[in-house]
């Protein structure tokens, strides 16, 4: 059987923002493989470089996930929910090599050290903690997951919000100096929470219209 009318439609779209997705790690391989060459492509510290691309990624990926449904309520586009899965995947997958590589290349094989690293540096334990909690929702992603956990999957999906709090204090805490960028990003996230719970309230407050409006009909 081949794909249905409406996934034919989304076969170039999608390809294209894998394309995007995939391009800043192929770069990033690149740059690994002239520096493992000889070259200064990553600067003086490439082990930094890496870690710091690899999960700057993983937050623009993890914003532009949070940014679908604004986009989608704005627009009126509801092809773009289409999209948020494979965006969340690729933070997931981002985070997941930025982890890997301060695994690899930072401790250098010295994993018990993470141990230490978590409890002793604010900016790791937070760091960590939302790695974790990607875990399930990468893995829950699929349809068969979404079908077997029914109304607690959009509960458990809901913790992309702590996500994306936890994110943006790793890279505010990280950075020492210059805290313009990761304030960037804390606007972004501060923005696209904030629609969410002005929606929120907003639905709440119709509801509450609607029912005290229902005896008064009656009546």
Same mark, same amino acid.
């Given at each position: 059987?081949?794909?249905?009318?409406?996934?034919?439609s989304?076969?170039?779209?999608?390809?294209?923002?894998h394309?995007?997705? !995939?391009? *800043?790690? +192929?770069? @990033?391989?690149?740059?690994?493989?002239?520096?493992?060459?000889?070259?200064?492509? /990553?600067?003086?510290?490439?082990?930094?470089?890496?870690? #710091?691309? &690899?999960?700057? =990624?993983?937050?623009?990926? /993890?914003?532009?996930t949070?940014? %679908?449904? *604004?986009?989608?309520?704005?627009?009126? =586009?509801? $092809? @773009?929910?289409?999209?948020?899965?494979?965006?969340?995947?690729?933070a997931?997958?981002? +985070?997941?090599?930025?982890?890997?590589?301060?695994?690899? !290349?930072?401790?250098?094989?010295? =994993?018990?050290?993470?141990?230490?690293?978590?409890?002793?540096?604010?900016?790791?334990?937070?760091?960590?903690?939302?790695?974790? /909690?990607?875990? *399930?929702?990468?893995?829950?992603?699929?349809?068969?997951?979404?079908?077997?956990?029914?109304?607690?999957?959009?509960?458990? #999906?809901?913790?992309?919000?702590? %996500?994306?709090?936890?994110?943006? &204090? #790793?890279?505010?805490?990280?950075?020492?100096?210059?805290?313009?960028?990761?304030? $960037?990003?804390?606007?972004?996230?501060?923005? !696209?929470?904030g =629609?969410?719970?002005?929606?929120? /309230?907003?639905?709440?407050?119709?509801?509450r219209?609607?029912?005290?409006?229902?005896?008064?009909?009656?009546?």
């Amino acid at each position: 059987m081949g794909p249905r009318p409406g996934m034919r439609s989304l076969i170039l779209p999608k390809t294209a923002v894998h394309l995007a997705a !995939l391009t *800043p790690l +192929a770069i @990033l391989a690149w740059q690994t493989w002239t520096v493992w060459k000889g070259s200064n492509a /990553l600067g003086a510290d490439p082990v930094a470089e890496i870690e #710091h691309r &690899l999960g700057i =990624w993983a937050l623009r990926f /993890l914003m532009i996930t949070l940014a %679908i449904t *604004p986009l989608r309520q704005l627009s009126g =586009w509801n $092809v @773009l929910v289409r999209f948020r899965r494979m965006l969340g995947l690729y933070a997931f997958a981002y +985070a997941s090599l930025h982890f890997a590589t301060y695994l690899g !290349l930072d401790l250098r094989g010295y =994993w018990m050290q993470v141990f230490e690293d978590i409890t002793k540096r604010p900016y790791i334990t937070v760091g960590f903690l939302a790695w974790l /909690l990607l875990v *399930p929702l990468a893995v829950t992603s699929t349809t068969g997951w979404i079908k077997r956990l029914g109304r607690n999957w959009a509960r458990l #999906h809901k913790l992309v919000y702590v %996500i994306a709090v936890l994110a943006v &204090l #790793h890279f505010w805490w990280l950075v020492k100096s210059d805290i313009r960028e990761p304030a $960037v990003y804390a606007g972004i996230a501060a923005l !696209l929470l904030g =629609w969410r719970a002005w929606k929120a /309230l907003r639905t709440r407050a119709n509801a509450r219209a609607k029912a005290r409006n229902v005896p008064a009909a009656r009546a």
